[in-house]
Nanobody, 125 residues
């Protein structure tokens, strides 16, 4: 059974940092793409970052380039999203998801087969 669980959300001030974690069971990170998506209040879900397969190549959407860093610990089957220099616009529910080597961009939620429950990030002064 494939399961993903995101955690680490909370309240941060503009310019602050948070680190999100995604614990994954039932699949090997070398064989899948793991993506981070977010859904701001009243808006569509969007893909913001991904890490792919054995080579660990990464993708970042324009809104988070230079501020967010995706990484993984293959031995623990975990993926992380380090979020620095947070902005009000980063407020959203964040989800981790797994798909079968989906390297095309933009990231489309339907390309990812497995989803965890989201974690809320709120950026407020």
């Amino acid at each position: 059974e494939v399961q993903l669980q995101a955690s680490g959300g909370g309240l941060a001030q503009p310019g602050g940092s948070l680190r999100l974690s995604c614990v994954i069971s039932g699949l090997n990170l070398d064989d899948y793409s793991i993506g981070w998506f977010r859904q701001p209040p009243g808006e569509e879900r969007e893909g913001i970052s991904a890490i792919h397969g054995r080579d660990g190549s990464t993708y970042y959407g324009d809104p988070v380039k230079g501020r967010f860093t995706i990484s993984r610990d293959n031995a623990k089957n975990m993926v992380f999203l380090q979020m620095d220099n947070l902005k009000f616009e980063d407020t959203a529910v964040y989800y981790c998801a797994a798909g079968e080597m989906v390297r095309a961009t933009p990231m489309i939620p339907l390309w990812y087969s497995y989803w965890g429950r989201g974690t809320l990030v709120t950026v407020s002064s």
